[in-house]
T-cell receptor, first 112, second 117 residues
Framework: GNSVTQMEGPVTLSEEAFLTINCTYT??????LFWYVQYPGEGLQLLLKATKADDKGSNKGFEATYRKETTSFHLEKGSVQVSDSAVYFC???????????FGTGTRLTVIP | NAGVTQTPKFQVLKTGQSMTLQCAQD?????MYWYRQDPGMGLRLIYYSASEGTTDKGEVPNGYNVSRLNKREFSLRLESAAPSQTSVYFC????????????????FGAGSRLTVL
């Protein structure tokens, strides 16, 4: 079946620290992979995506590379800001599927 | 451009009461979804509608019904609310496959927080 496993939180970092949130997946075929972000009191919004192996998605200083050999899509940012405090969700969409499968979410808090 | 609009934003119900969550999108998307978000569980799909006139069960459909009223609107109904249905509910929509890369992206509403006492 299809599933996403992501790093348990919460994660607390100081401003300008390096961020990694791990995400691994199980899927049939060649899924598309996503990171969504949820700011306090809001719905989820797309942060970045990758649709095939070795693609790198990037946005707002965040990056993630689609690694088929390790079935991973880890989220990284070189220098986090207080405004990055949010919950981050890894997700996949299997080829031809209607649905997205989400991980459990990782809460990030960045302190000044 | 409103995107996906959900109402109400907050609701408190007593066990056994019924209610309907409304969702509307103005992006001409074909597919619409209802998810629930619970602590430690991430988002779980309740029902989805791949196109106007069709609906399908997701992971956790028990206790819910849906109606795809037209292309814009997709409502979620709780016929007899239970405390286990206390959650934050999100509606989302997605473009059709033939629209290319946009079909990969879900657009979410702001959420509806439901408490069942």
């Amino acid at each position: 079946g299809n599933s996403v496993t992501q790093m348990e939180g919460p994660v607390t970092l100081s401003e300008e620290a390096f961020l990694t949130i791990n995400c691994t997946y199980t899927a049939t075929g060649y899924p598309s992979l996503f990171w969504y972000v949820q700011y306090p009191g809001e719905g989820l919004q797309l942060l970045l995506k990758a649709t095939k192996a070795d693609d790198k998605g990037s946005n707002k200083g965040f990056e993630a590379t689609y690694r088929k050999e390790t079935t991973s899509f880890h989220l990284e940012k070189g220098s986090v800001q207080v405004s990055d405090s949010a919950v981050y969700f890894c997700a996949l969409r299997a080829s031809g599927a209607n649905n997205l499968f989400f991980g459990t979410g990782t809460r990030l808090t960045v302190i000044p | 451009n409103a995107g996906v609009t959900q109402t109400p934003k907050f609701q408190v119900l007593k066990t056994g009461q019924s209610m309907t969550l409304q969702c509307a999108q103005d992006m001409n998307h074909n597919s619409m979804y209802w998810y629930r978000q619970d602590p430690g569980m991430g988002l779980r799909l309740i029902y989805y509608s791949a196109s106007e006139g069709t609906t399908d069960k997701g992971e956790v459909p028990n206790g819910y019904n849906v109606s795809r009223l037209n292309k814009r609107e997709f409502s979620l109904r709780l016929e007899s609310a239970a405390p286990s249905q206390t959650s934050v509910y999100f509606c989302a929509s997605r473009a059709a496959e033939f629209e290319g890369s946009g079909a990969n992206v879900l657009t979410f509403g702001a959420g509806s927080r439901l408490t069942v006492l």
